[in-house]
Structure formats: structure tokens, C-alpha cells
């Protein structure tokens, strides 16, 4: 196979669906590639009770709300049927189960190869979200075989466990969320490397993102004050009843996990504990290792931008990025306006 197409979107997540959508409208030829077989997989294959914390008001992209049961929070199920609902709703080009294995610049434009063969394209889309690979410690490595070790990727539901102890290490809303989970049934710890900030879901009956949204703070320029400053702040955790399940003992909190010491996982300030499963909620990298083009990422593997425009590369633009322009950027609820950017810039600049 060999395609030749204006613009290629790589990702059929919710921000190459976002790009998709404004590109329907422009009469550019495009297409949407995923390496997955269905359209909201990712949010499948997350763990059973994930519950999303931004209501359906806040959780729907450009031109179809998710209105059909309310304003309440949708379950990651109910998000990746909507995604798949988005596609058909809009007749969006994607071409599922075909994996991007590298891409090179060619002339003044792009060479793609897949696992199906090639395409060309004369502008790239990078829409493969945040959550790319999953990371754990080096230290990871020297847990003893005894104890069971799952990333919050790879988490669906206690019965992947075995028996015994759970030291959930990470304090973000996933970790959060598995910990409370698990409180009911077993003993567990929560090792967490920050102090948590915890916002309820809902304050004097609204959404606390109405709130967030109404005061600017939402959508607050990340290269501004008030967006830098919410830049180096750890993100709060959301409806939590962890501060309730701490006072009654049935989580226990750790710090920082550090090291493992004598067959233990030892913390920041020198206590351990064997714990029988660990599971590490504790975030992703960004994996960009297919993208042959120099120049186009920094020392840290993210890619070089403004505002999701490439600044070292001409046509080639980014959807989806954490703070990419705001602190919605990599929300369900930010990324249409950055995925309507920067379809109306590479429109302007054909």
C-alpha cells in the first residue's frame, strides 16, 4: 500500500478526532492513523472504575455534546463509545491497526512508514496524547519476584492481584483512585512524593471546572503568569474520599519511595515495607523514538513547538500536548480549540 495525502493524523485518540473534525471542513485531503483496532481503545483499556473528573459538559469535543445522560461524570467506557459515536457521527477518514514505525522527512514534505506500507504527506499531525509510555523507577527492577508489580496502564481490577498488602506508589488522580478502590478489601498504602491538593467535583452545585472555567484559571496561557505559576503546581486530585479514608486508618500514607533496601521498599524518610503488589501510578513518558527528523524534540524528548506549531520543521504541528497552549490542552475540553488552531494556521499557510 501506498497513500499520498495532503495531511496525515497520526492518532485516533480524542485529539486527532478534534483535528479530523476541522479538517472535514477545509476540503483537505487527509487521514487519521491509529495502531489500534477500535476507536476509544485507550480509554478501554484503562482500569474498571475509572470514572473521568470533568462532568460531559467538560468532556465532549467540537460539534457533538455528550448530553445523553445528564451532566453527571461519564465512565471511561461511556467516553470511548462517544469517540467512536464522534467518528461515525462525522464521517472522519481513519485507518485503524496501522502502526506507525517511522516517519522522515522527504523534499518538502513527509515520508510515513506503517506496518500496512507507505504514505506520504505533505503535513503531519502529531496527535499521540500524553500518555505514551508508561514509567516506573529504575529501582523497579530490584523488587523482590515475591511481590506483584503492575504500572496503572496495566491495572484493570483487583482480582490481578494476589493476596495481601497493596503500596500504591503515586499521588495523582489514578493513584488516587485505584488506593481508594482497593481500601474496602485490603490493606493499603499510598506513597506519594508531594503533599496532595484535594478539589471537591462540585461546589455550591456547580462543577468545580465551571468554577475553574469562569475564573479564567481553566484555560489561563500557560506562558503567562497565572499559567506558569499553575504549571509548577502538582495537579489537585479531584472528588477524592482519600483525606476520609486516611483519618480512618484504611489508607495509610507513605512519601516518597526511594530505594529498595534488604528486600524492601524503603521511603524519603527511611521507613520500609514489604508489601505483597505494588502498583505504580506513577505517570508516563513521552515516546517519540518513530519521529527521524532532527531538530524536532529537546533533551528531554518533547517536541519543540509554539502553541503546536513545530519550530524547527515546517508543517509539522502537534494536538494534544499537556499545556500545549493552557491547562486544558490535554483535557477532552481544551483540545478542540487547540486542534481548531492549528488546522486554521496550516490552512493559512499552504
Request: aromatic share 10%; with cysteine; glycine share 10%.
Amino acid at each position: 500500500m501506498k497513500r499520498d495525502v495532503d495531511v496525515l493524523v497520526i492518532g485516533a485518540g480524542q485529539a486527532g478526532l478534534a483535528a479530523g473534525y476541522f479538517l472535514q471542513q477545509t476540503g483537505i485531503s487527509y487521514l487519521i492513523i491509529d495502531k489500534n483496532e477500535e476507536i476509544g481503545a485507550v480509554w478501554k483499556s484503562r482500569y474498571d472504575s475509572l470514572v473521568l473528573f470533568t462532568p460531559r459538559h467538560y468532556s465532549s469535543l467540537p460539534g457533538l455534546a455528550m448530553t445523553e445522560e445528564g451532566n453527571g461524570y461519564p465512565s471511561k467506557d461511556e467516553e470511548a463509545r462517544y469517540l467512536q459515536t464522534y467518528a461515525n457521527r462525522f464521517s472522519l477518514n481513519i485507518q485503524l491497526n496501522t502502526e506507525l514505525i517511522r516517519l522522515q522527512q522527504d523534499g518538502s514534505g513527509f515520508r510515513c512508514w506503517t506496518a500496512s506500507g507507505v504514505i506520504q504527506a505533505r503535513r503531519i499531525i502529531v496527535a499521540t496524547g500524553p500518555f505514551q509510555r508508561p514509567y516506573v523507577p529504575d529501582f523497579s527492577q530490584e523488587v523482590p519476584m515475591s511481590v506483584r508489580q503492575l504500572h496503572s496502564a496495566s491495572y484493570r481490577n483487583s482480582t490481578q492481584l494476589q493476596e495481601g498488602t497493596v503500596l500504591v506508589v503515586g499521588g495523582g488522580n489514578s493513584g488516587a483512585q485505584i488506593a481508594a478502590e482497593l481500601a474496602g478489601e485490603r490493606e493499603v498504602y499510598l506513597s506519594v512524593g508531594h503533599r496532595m491538593k484535594f478539589l471537591p467535583l462540585q461546589w455550591l452545585g456547580k462543577s468545580v471546572f465551571w468554577w475553574l472555567d469562569k475564573l479564567g484559571l481553566l484555560r489561563a496561557d500557560g506562558n503567562l503568569f497565572w499559567g506558569r505559576k499553575l504549571r509548577r503546581m502538582e495537579d489537585p486530585v479531584f472528588g477524592s474520599p482519600i483525606p476520609q479514608l486516611i483519618r480512618t486508618g484504611q489508607v495509610r500514607m507513605k512519601p516518597r519511595a526511594v530505594r529498595i533496601s534488604s528486600g524492601k521498599i524503603e521511603f524519603e524518610d527511611g521507613t520500609k515495607l514489604s508489601p505483597d503488589n505494588v502498583i505504580w501510578a506513577t505517570g508516563f513518558r513521552p515516546d517519540y523514538s518513530w519521529l527521524e527528523i532532527p531538530g524536532v524534540l529537546d533533551e528531554n524528548g518533547r517536541p519543540v513547538h509554539s502553541r503546536g506549531v513545530s519550530t524547527t520543521v515546517p508543517n509539522l504541528y502537534y494536538v494534544g500536548l499537556p499545556w500545549q497552549y493552557n491547562r486544558a490542552s490535554a483535557l477532552l475540553t481544551g483540545v478542540g480549540s487547540d486542534a481548531e488552531y492549528i488546522v486554521t494556521h496550516l490552512r493559512t499557510n499552504m
